[in-house]
């Protein structure tokens, strides 16, 4: 059973459509796929409605969070996405991403990258703006030759020449709207040292005590010793560990199924969960 609980449509910044995503993911050979949209569900319906048969959906989101002025990713599966509290939150979230990626622009400008908005928003389309897509802009301009070569500290990374900073929800905080909303919550690439700072172990001992259900082991941005280190935290605070793919189409070089999450540890999440249930495919529609 191969299980990959972290891709990303156009619903946000990936470059597949939700029922693109879930196609490839069954021919990639995924049992069960998770589409975790940064902040977003939108793309959950259109998923499900091209699920193909023997493919299963977990319904999910990336929620952007800060903590200590470290920027992190929380990954959260199964809520009910109508909950009040955490789809307020979310809306914070995504209201203010636009005016960020306005600012962004603004310092390329300054700093002499012909970068617009108008050419930032044709390659976001539908999605929640967000950084790869101005990383993107870079790219069509020649100014970098990949995304990732966009996130350092001459352009996009925390902390870099043109990055704004965005509301960003306390992960405290997004643990307890997530466990309200009946979801299960996984740290998303706690030790991604190249993304720029990383929150320190210590901190994620004082998450798994509110709540925090997991974290993301084997990812592409964790070399073996990193996934051996994680393991061992885990272990030692009662953290599950997950593997994924973190897959965003032709934006980024990972693939579907690059790394997958064993199915014991699957089974224990759908059991925590009672936001929602994952959704068996039932053949899907090619639209």
Same mark, same amino acid.
């Given at each position: 059973?191969? @299980?990959?609980?972290?891709?990303h449509? /156009? ?14 993911a ?15 569900? %939108?793309?959950?319906a259109?998923? @499900?409605?091209?699920?193909?048969? +023997? ?11 800060r ?19 955490l ?7 995504r209201?203010?991403?636009v005016? %960020? ?13 012909p ?7 044709? @390659? ?5 703006? +967000? ?26 990374a ?55 259900? +997991? ?22 605070? +009662?953290?599950? /560990?997950?593997?994924?793919?973190d ?5 980024? /070089? ?13 089974g224990?999440?759908t ?10 495919g039932a053949?899907? %529609?090619?639209?």
């Amino acid at each position: 059973m191969r @299980i990959d609980l972290h891709t990303h449509s /156009t619903a946000s910044d990936g470059t597949d459509s939700p029922a693109e995503l879930v196609r490839n993911a069954a021919a990639a050979g995924l049992d069960v796929v998770a589409l975790t949209d940064h902040d977003t569900t %939108r793309g959950h319906a259109e998923a @499900i409605a091209a699920l193909p048969e +023997g493919l299963t959906l977990v319904t999910g989101a990336e929620l952007s969070c800060r903590l200590d002025g470290v920027s992190m990713h929380m990954l959260a599966y199964l809520f009910d996405p109508e909950n009040a509290e955490l789809l307020a939150e979310r809306e914070l979230v995504r209201d203010d991403r636009v005016p %960020r990626a306005k600012g962004m622009i603004a310092k390329l400008n300054e700093l002499g990258v012909p970068v617009t908005w108008e050419q930032v928003a044709r @390659i976001a389309g539908d999605g929640s703006v +967000g950084r790869p897509h101005i990383a993107s802009a870079l790219v069509e301009l020649g100014v970098v030759p990949t995304v990732s070569d966009a996130f350092t500290q001459n352009w996009l990374a925390d902390g870099a020449r043109a990055y704004v900073a965005k509301h960003e929800t306390d992960p405290f905080e997004a643990i307890r709207l997530v466990k309200a909303a009946g979801g299960v919550t996984v740290f998303a690439h706690p030790a991604a040292t190249k993304r720029g700072r990383t929150v320190p172990e210590t901190s994620i001992a004082k998450l798994a005590e509110a709540g925090l259900d +997991g974290i993301e082991v084997d990812h592409m941005d964790h070399d073996p010793a990193t996934r051996d280190r994680l393991r061992g935290l885990a272990a030692d605070v +009662g953290l599950l /560990t997950t593997g994924s793919s973190d897959y965003h189409g032709s934006r980024k /070089t990972c693939v579907l199924g690059e790394y997958t999450t064993d199915p014991e540890i699957y089974g224990e999440i759908t059991r925590r969960a009672t936001g929602a249930f994952p959704v068996p495919g039932a053949g899907g %529609r090619r639209a």
